[in-house]
């Protein structure tokens, strides 16, 4: 009955949305000679267990 859940990737996709943004205009302020630019990068996303499932889980 998934229309009685609700999808935690959506939530999980909505927040990195928001988090990459933020970072973003938090990287522009620093730069190292050597290193050069911040760089922010979300890897990893997980949820759910089964293709034919709603996930209740979400994580990055």
């Given at each position: ?37 911040t ?22």
């Amino acid at each position: 009955m998934p229309q009685e859940g609700y999808n935690a990737l959506n939530h999980l996709i909505d927040f990195s949305y928001h988090i990459n943004k933020k970072m973003d205009n938090i990287a522009k302020k620093y730069t190292n000679e050597e290193l050069g630019s911040t760089i922010h990068n979300i890897k990893i996303m997980t949820g759910g267990n089964q293709v034919n499932s709603i996930p209740n889980y979400a994580a990055l």
